[in-house]
């Protein structure tokens, strides 16, 4: 598809890093809010569909090349079944949430009833969002970014 | 604890969890090597299917495994995901891993000179973990998403020929149809969720009353998942997606719609085992009658066909009926004690036995063809003939194919079908008489198959035909000796295979007391 | 009465969803009808875990005075709505792809001219 005009593509670059921020919020504190792996993701891939519409796909797809897209979502989703094994191999079961209680990282644990969140909790979970959040991301802007470049019109000039 | 125990221990998720594994990796090992990538695919199907066969070695001595998921022990109430594997879920397990490592030795040869190969492998292993999640979780919702999972994958590869546009019209019509049947299977699990407020197979089955909406959500699943596993009259997506995907990929195909079929049968006898004697006879009634209709029709729409992948396929469809006319009859006796131990047992045997025979028989027949297709690049009955000269290892596994599936000694398909036709004829004689015309009409069609593919004079343009290459002929190999082994020793099969399954099926009650230790009542 | 007005809803747009599926010729407008079923059956399992007069399960600064679980509305449905609307992403990026693939050999979109064999 072609780009769209000067005014467009000025205000989406100004608006395009707020979005991404908001998404990465979204994302970051799925353990406290509302949000986490998927929804995050979701937001910020929309984000990135605004830059695809707005400048065209033959240009979007010059500046991204395919391999790239392939090895970030292969490595978004080895994170997160890499991070199920570990619990297997700390001692229990698959899946087991190893990170609550030890002080690594995000462990502490909250006492029950309403309390003031803290980011530092819930152990396993905030990992696992931001590798899902990372594949969700890649996988579902790679999917519009092949689809608008496969029907682009060969007939503009 | 030694590394056997500590295997077997965690079994059930290193079943689902190493093909996933292996799966995300597979992009990253093709950069290498074409080979490597290979290599490293059967690596993982090899450990994958020695842990089968390690779990299987005691599921069938008597104990269920429960695994659940990010805790050590049970506490009531269950808030988490389980996975429960009885003897009728290694049964099937074994069943998947063997026609997965068939099809993967097959394509190293069959599909090598395609690209975007790198895909097909991840697919393959995706489509793997599905399956094997499908058959081995206790929970409702999670068997919802690996069905979903594995017809997202199958849909996938149907499609991978995408020059031709008639594969890529099969794979459309696959996954409306999928996508359809399963929603209606979620609508059936919101409905049971949201009366008694479980998800979990064994806590639905001891607190499920045969109530109004109850008897909705039983047609909705039996209906949606018999409508994945290609029973008449919807099984109209089935000849186009087995005939036009490639040949390797068929074979995996089979898997999956065994596994739907063994989704209806945890359905009807696990989790409304309890609730049986309430409707007794009408619910298995009504699969007896769906066997029939899928029996005739599938054989006869296989008489009138050209195209020799679409012919299987129609064959399978038959077969898939001798498969719900051997269970139905034993779930129309489920409540009869005494007529239950004479006829029923009898008919879940050669139903269960079936299943293993139809998946090998089946399968072989599907390699047999691709490797014609391969040879030839011909896929119509019309224009081939005379191929018995060039390709003599072929022939001779076609053979050992149409014996099988048509029930006649010494292969396997003899010993199952003996036990369908003694058992059905002595509940109603017209079940037997239609199923043994229908094993005579088989008989008939591959005949003519095999003698306009294989016999007559040699075509001129057939005349540098060669064999197939070895990897292909060593798949097919390992089938046929499969099926040959089976038919000479088949009550070795039954008694230590087949019976732990039927018993599995029958005693739900011991599925329902891994979780509930307190739960009575039952068969 | 007011209180079934979910469920009414639900069953409507399931029907429609199977109008547009059967009746209908054009492949795109098959795809739609898909989407209308799966929104019918998330609308069904949302509105499963509704209980009358509660709050959000959430911990963080909850209105004071409400009990805990007896307050909340049932987490659970909400989970299983988010997992369908994930499958229903990837379900509908794969048939859109299949179309741009049937269009590009066959021309048309519809299906009365496409495949056909007995």
């Given at each position: ?35 986490g792996?998927?929804?995050?993701g979701?937001?910020?891939?929309s984000?990135c ?27 978004g ?5 890499i991070?199920?094994i ?7 079961v ?8 030890s ?9 029950f ?5 803290n ?8 990992l696992?969002?931001f ?14 970014l ?5 029907s682009?019109?060969r007939?503009?000039? | ?14 079943i ?10 597979t ?6 090597n ?14 994958t299917t ?13 104990n ?17 995901i389980?996975?429960?594997?009885d ?11 063997i026609?997965?490592l ?9 599909i ?7 895909k097909?492998?991840?697919?393959v ?23 979903e999972?594995t ?8 499609a991978?020929w995408?020059?031709?546009?008639k ?6 019509k696959?996954?409306v ?9 979620l ?12 998800l ?36 109209m ?10 040949a ?5 195909l089979?898997g999956?719609?065994?596994?739907s ?23 298995g009634?009504?699969?007896?009658l769906?066997g029939?209709i899928?029996?005739l ?7 009138i066909?050209?195209?020799f992948?679409?012919?299987i ?6 077969e ?6 051997g ?9 009869n ?14 139903g ?12 072989l027949?599907?390699l ?15 224009k ?11 022939t001779i596994f076609f ?9 006649i ?10 036990l ?5 004829f002595?509940l ?10 229908s094993s ?21 343009k057939?005349?540098d ?10 798949a097919?190999?390992?089938?046929a ?9 088949p ?13 599995a ?7 329902i ?11 | 009465?007011i ?15 199977l109008?547009?599926?059967i009746?209908?010729?054009n492949?795109?407008?098959?795809v ?12 069904f399992?949302i ?11 959430i911990?963080?600064?909850?209105p004071?005075?409400t ?11 909400q989970?299983l709505?988010?997992t ?32 056909g064999?007995k």
């Amino acid at each position: 598809m072609n780009g769209m005009s000067r005014i467009v593509k000025t205000i989406t670059s100004i608006v395009f890093p707020f979005i991404m921020i908001f998404g990465l919020y979204i994302i970051a504190h799925g353990h406290l809010t509302p949000g986490g792996g998927f929804q995050g993701g979701a937001v910020v891939a929309s984000g990135c569909a605004m830059i695809l519409v707005a400048y065209g796909s033959v240009w979007t797809m010059g500046k991204i090349k395919e391999k790239n897209l392939s090895i970030l979502e292969s490595i978004g989703a080895i994170c997160f079944i890499i991070l199920a094994i570990l619990g297997l191999g700390f001692g229990t079961v698959f899946f087991k949430n190893f990170l609550v209680g030890s002080n690594i990282i995000f462990g502490i644990v909250p006492s029950f009833g309403s309390t003031i969140s803290n980011i530092n909790t819930a152990g396993v979970i905030p990992l696992m969002n931001f590798a899902v959040g990372l594949k969700v991301i890649v996988g579902l802007f790679g999917i519009v970014l092949i689809m608008a470049y496969a029907s682009r019109r060969r007939d503009n000039k | 604890m030694n590394f056997v125990d500590f295997l077997l221990q965690h079994s059930p998720a290193l079943i689902v969890a190493i093909p996933l594994l292996g799966a995300f990796l597979t992009p990253l090992v093709s950069r290498i090597n074409n080979k490597v990538r290979n290599i490293f695919v059967i690596i993982i199907l090899l450990i994958t299917t020695s842990i089968v066969l390690l779990l299987a070695l005691d599921v069938f001595a008597g104990n269920i495994h429960t695994y659940i998921f990010g805790s050590k022990d049970l506490t009531l109430p269950i808030v988490r995901i389980l996975f429960e594997v009885d003897a009728m879920s290694a049964f099937m397990a074994i069943i998947g891993s063997i026609l997965l490592l068939v099809s993967v030795i097959y394509s190293w040869s069959f599909i090598e000179e395609n690209s975007g190969l790198d895909k097909y492998y991840t697919l393959v292993l995706l489509l793997a973990a599905g399956m094997f999640g499908m058959m081995l979780t206790g929970d409702m919702f999670n068997f919802f998403v690996f069905l979903e999972i594995t017809s997202i994958a199958s849909c996938a590869l149907i499609a991978f020929w995408t020059n031709k546009g008639k594969a890529v019209e099969a794979a459309f019509k696959y996954i409306v149809i999928s996508s359809l049947a399963a929603l209606f299977v979620l609508f059936a699990i919101a409905l049971l969720y949201g009366q008694y407020n479980a998800l979990n197979i064994a806590v639905l089955g001891s607190a499920i009353q045969f109530s109004y909406l109850d008897k909705i959500a039983l047609v909705l699943l039996v209906a949606a998942l018999a409508m994945k596993a290609g029973i008449v009259p919807m099984h109209m997506w089935l000849p186009d997606a087995y005939g036009r995907a490639p040949a390797s990929v068929t074979i995996i195909l089979v898997g999956a719609t065994q596994a739907s079929l063994y989704g209806v049968f945890r359905v009807c006898f696990t989790l409304y085992g309890n609730t049986i004697n309430l409707s007794p006879t009408s619910i298995g009634w009504i699969i007896v009658l769906l066997g029939l209709i899928t029996m005739l029709i599938g054989v006869s729409m296989a008489l009138i066909q050209s195209d020799f992948k679409r012919l299987i396929a129609f064959s399978a469809v038959a077969e898939i009926g001798f498969i719900f006319l051997g269970i139905g009859t034993g779930l129309t006796l489920f409540a009869n004690n005494q007529m239950f131990g004479l006829i029923g047992s009898t008919a879940m045997s050669g139903g269960i036995f079936h299943i293993i025979n139809d998946s090998l028989d089946v399968g072989l027949l599907f390699l047999v063809a691709g490797a014609v297709y391969y040879a030839t690049k011909e896929t119509s009955l019309d224009k081939m003939g005379g191929l018995a000269r060039n390709m003599k290892y072929t022939t001779i596994f076609f053979i050992i194919g149409l014996l099988a599936i048509s029930g006649i000694p010494p292969m396997n398909g003899f010993a199952s079908k003996l036990l369908i036709y003694e058992s059905t004829f002595q509940l109603n004689p017209i079940l037997a008489i239609v199923a043994i015309l229908s094993s005579i009409m088989l008989l008939a069609v591959f005949v003519k198959v095999f003698h306009s593919v294989f016999l007559g004079p040699a075509q001129p343009k057939f005349k540098d035909v060669k064999e197939v290459p070895k990897t292909m002929l060593f798949a097919m190999g390992i089938l046929a000796s499969i099926i040959i082994i089976f038919g000479l020793f088949p009550d070795l099969v039954i008694n230590n295979i087949v019976e732990p399954a039927v018993n599995a099926l029958i005693n739900y009650s011991e599925y329902i007391r891994q979780v509930i230790p307190t739960f009575t009542g039952g068969f | 009465m007011i209180f079934n007005f979910p469920f009414i809803a639900v069953i409507a747009l399931i029907l429609i969803g199977l109008y547009a599926i059967i009746f209908r010729k054009n492949l795109i407008k098959m795809v739609i009808g898909i989407t209308i079923i799966q929104s019918g059956v998330n609308l069904f399992l949302i509105t499963l875990g509704y209980r009358e007069g509660a709050v959000a399960p959430i911990f963080t600064s909850l209105p004071s005075g409400t009990e805990i679980p007896q307050g909340m509305v049932f987490p659970i449905p909400q989970a299983l709505t988010l997992t369908s609307i994930v499958i229903g992403v990837a379900v509908l990026a794969l048939m859109l792809s299949l179309i741009i693939h049937i269009y590009r050999h066959y021309g048309t979109l519809d299906v009365r001219k496409i495949g056909g064999e007995k």
